[in-house]
């Protein structure tokens, strides 16, 4: 047993995607089964396969997706944002606002949301890399300033994207066109360039480096406090990158909303196999978590159970993975 | 002559691959101040943790009061009357004077903290001390001096018997020593035996004795302090036999080029007013004790830590060195005593470690990296350098101190620092790597490189240095040419007391 895991190991696939990665696309295959085994039992014959369903939970993958894969470098310099959830929501209601109310013309509104976002994030790497301030509080309180700054902005009222009006409704086709979900696309290719970024270029390599020994990185004559900053700004601009691919799947926001989908995108993030610690990350990891999560909601959903089971889960999962983590470091040492 | 009531003989430690302590003997009288001195690692610090029970001996005896004891924990070290007051204070700075004193025994009124009572007997404590300190005020409040007064209070009340201080002067202004020591000779009168560890040699002559000087791990013997002299005692703590071959004369050109002048460079409290030139081929040594301020020269210099005031010239040109990336660009390279810490990142491979201060003249286009370019260099250094790795993917972390040594020289050559400063470079490394990281030194300077380093190691000063600067308490107090330098000399100016 023992033997075969090892030979499995080497694979090359294996080595290439990494076991967890590995591991993680069979639990996918594992649950997409257990929840088409189980809906029929549990609902009466209504059955979990169905296209509407796999674009439903393609539509939750999405935004968890571009939220988790922004969190992914900040939790790769070390650090963690838990206003992601709010800002987005913050970015959707005052694009949306501007959009109806004012009738801004809608890629401006796209600029607008996105542009929220990273202002956002400058704001949270500005006080985390330059003012020294703990991710965490830095977070926390960004994450009241967002909810209040688009309560504010929409009067408390909730905003609701034009759906029908197909001049200013477009928008939706970055979501799915035609029954094909371009989304999913989209996704994709945002997703490898982070990779790129993360990966490939120095600013990515200094992020890695310094979530590992910002102290080390210092003192070779690296500036990283701006490399810490820009890990912030890229996981603002996600989050408002996000918020379209919100309202484009649901089109209606709340004000004072938005927390619940921070542990959502950093368990995406976690379970995929970037360190709490930093210094390591995993792009592939992130954008899987997100299916799973996506595809965790939908079974639950589709079973029967209320929406706070997810949270439960969600909850647990945090632990287990963090956990997992730090056993395997620790075996390391 | 007053009764003894500590004797510890024949002390043997030793930790993998080193023999801490080889046979080591030493005797507290009641009544008598006792200097221990010796070199940095000369074993010190060792002995006094072998008996206060951090440490537990391999062989040897300790007699208190007449009776072996083996303390298992500082504890119970503590609770038979043998207390330490450290060099770095273990105070909690926001509770009062009387909480930390009755720390973790506090006096209770049913569930509740009784503080009148701590204060009370606090003040009792500070009178019979005849020191005047308020039990209530809060300790970060008082000065460093007060401070130290309340962690011999807090020994008091422990009714210790045997107080070992490990340079309690380090961090004290005069006024505060004056105290000190009028302290000190009260706890003489009143029949303590006490330690008194410290590098100041005009103190010891002040306040002890007798002195007991340590070398290499070794007991090389104890003095009557009234009967020697300073020069006596330097000789026991030098005193050893070089079998490495030190260098008669420098090879440095009297007419080389200066690459970096520094001058009047100020710091905090521990950079004060050094002034210093570095030749173009040379290795100029930074000697001195522990906390003499050689580190945080460097840290000064490389922009790692804010300086107050002073000018840097770089091969004559005037340089505003703010960070460590100002330093970089400058050509200055800085190789860290705690390399784990400040020089390598452990979790990333030999690489990425190699490539991390010039990262951006690895890049294709758009700032993506050209991993094979910067494959390529990294191999060459391992080449070069004779690295021990299995290939350049290795994480760092499984290299060991010499290789990880070797990664963060090759970081600053790839990076073409003229100027490297390295500090303490044989530290954690074993002997063989040392002296592969000397030759790779020589070739250094040799290529027309220049060198900075600190050593706390007299034999490697004298070794490597063309010239030798000794520096004590944030201050240059000697400069040499190598072929001047002697241990005595530079032990001399190492603790030499400068009046602030």
């Known amino acids: 047993m023992k033997e075969a895991l090892r030979k499995f190991k080497n694979l090359k696939f294996v080595r290439v995607v990494g076991f967890n990665r590995v591991v993680l696309i069979l639990i996918i295959f594992l649950m997409y089964g257990l929840f088409t085994l189980l809906t029929p039992i549990l609902r009466n014959g209504s059955s979990f396969v169905n296209y509407n369903r796999i674009m439903s939970a393609f539509n939750y993958a999405y935004f968890i997706g571009f939220l988790g894969l922004g969190v992914t470098f900040v939790i790769a310099t070390g650090g963690i944002d838990f206003s992601i959830g709010p800002v987005m929501f913050c970015s959707a209601l005052i694009s949306g606002y501007c959009l109806t109310t004012f009738n801004l013309p809608l890629w401006l509104c796209i600029l607008i949301s996105i542009a929220v976002g990273s202002i956002f994030g400058s704001v949270g790497g500005y006080f985390v890399a330059y003012r020294h301030l703990p991710s965490f509080i830095t977070s926390l309180a960004l994450m009241q300033v967002a909810k209040g700054v688009g309560s504010i902005f929409t009067k408390t009222q909730s905003v609701t994207w034009p759906s029908d009006n197909p001049s200013i409704s477009w928008y939706r086709d970055l979501v799915k066109w035609n029954n094909f979900p371009t989304g999913f696309v989209i996704f994709l290719i945002v997703a490898a360039i982070c990779a790129v970024i993360l990966f490939r270029t120095t600013a990515g390599r200094y992020m890695l480096c310094l979530g590992s020994n910002k102290e080390a990185v210092r003192l070779s004559g690296v500036d990283t406090r701006k490399w810490e900053m820009l890990a912030y700004i890229l996981c603002g601009t996600l989050a408002g990158i996000a918020a379209i691919f919100y309202v484009g799947a649901y089109t209606t926001v709340q004000p004072g909303l938005g927390d619940t989908f921070n542990n959502e995108a950093i368990a995406a993030c976690v379970m995929g196999g970037t360190s709490m610690a930093g210094g390591s990350a995993s792009i592939l990891g992130t954008v899987i978590g997100a299916i799973i999560v996506a595809l965790m909601q939908e079974g639950i959903l589709a079973m029967g159970f209320t929406i706070s089971y997810q949270y439960v889960l969600t909850g647990l999962i945090v632990l287990c993975a963090v956990t997992a983590d730090i056993t395997s470091r620790k075996r390391k040492n | ?500």
């Open chain 2, 1 to 500: 002559m007053n009764e003894v009531i500590l004797t510890m003989e024949g002390i043997d430690k030793s930790f993998p691959g080193v023999h801490a302590l080889d046979h080591v003997s030493l005797e507290v009288r009641r009544g008598e101040v006792h200097a221990l001195m010796g070199e940095n690692g000369a074993g010190k610090s060792t002995l006094m943790k072998v008996l206060t029970g951090i440490y537990t001996k391999d062989s040897g005896t300790i007699l208190y009061e007449g009776r072996e004891v083996c303390f298992a924990s500082p504890r119970e070290a503590q609770a038979a009357g043998i207390v330490i007051v450290h060099q770095e204070l273990n105070m909690m700075g926001h509770l009062t004077v009387a909480q930390n004193i009755f720390i973790g025994r506090e006096f209770k009124k049913g569930l509740l903290i009784d503080d009148a009572r701590m204060n009370e007997e606090a003040r009792k404590l500070f009178r019979q001390l005849n020191i005047d300190i308020d039990p209530r005020e809060t300790m970060s409040r008082l000065t460093v001096g007060k401070q130290q007064m309340c962690e011999i209070a807090k020994a008091i009340s422990h009714e210790a018997k045997v107080i070992v201080f490990d340079e309690p002067s380090a961090a004290l202004t005069d006024a505060e020593i004056d105290q000190l020591f009028r302290i000190i000779r009260d706890l003489r009168a009143k029949e303590y035996g006490i330690v008194y560890i410290s590098h100041r040699m005009d103190e010891i002559k002040k306040i002890t004795d007798r002195v007991t000087v340590m070398r290499d791990g070794q007991t090389v013997g104890t003095l009557v302090t009234a009967k020697c002299t300073k020069d006596d005692i330097i000789h026991m703590m030098v005193g050893r036999v070089i079998y490495e071959e030190p260098k008669t004369q420098s090879r440095v050109p009297k007419d080389a080029p200066v690459v970096l002048k520094v001058e009047h460079l100020n710091a905090g409290r521990m950079v004060r007013d050094v002034s210093f030139e570095l030749r173009k081929g040379e290795i100029l040594g930074f000697s001195g004790l522990m906390g003499a301020g050689r580190t945080e020269t460097a840290r000064a210099l490389f922009g790692a830590d804010p300086k107050d005031s002073g000018d840097v010239y770089v091969e004559g040109k005037k340089v505003n060195i703010q960070s460590p990336q100002d330093a970089v660009y400058e050509g200055i390279g800085y190789l860290s005593e705690d390399r784990k810490r400040y020089g390598v990142v452990l979790q990333k491979n030999v690489t990425e470690n190699s490539t991390l201060a010039c990262l951006h003249d690895y890049i294709k286009y758009a700032n993506i990296i050209d991993d094979a370019e910067e494959r390529k260099i990294t191999q060459k250094l391992v080449d070069m350098l004779k690295t021990k790795t299995p290939s350049v993917d290795q994480l760092v972390t499984n290299l060991s101190g010499g290789n990880q040594q070797k990664v963060v020289v090759a970081k600053w050559l790839i990076s073409n620092s003229k100027i490297l400063i390295f500090d303490e470079p044989t530290r954690g490394i074993d002997v063989g790597a040392k002296q592969e990281i000397y030759e790779l030194m020589n070739r250094l300077v040799q290529e027309g490189r220049s060198i900075i380093m600190i050593s706390s190691e007299m034999p490697e000063i004298l070794r490597m240095s063309d010239r030798v600067i000794v520096m004590c308490e944030g201050k240059k107090t000697a400069e040499f040419d190598v072929s001047e330098a002697t241990q005595e000399k530079i032990m001399n100016a190492a603790t030499r007391e400068i009046s602030v």
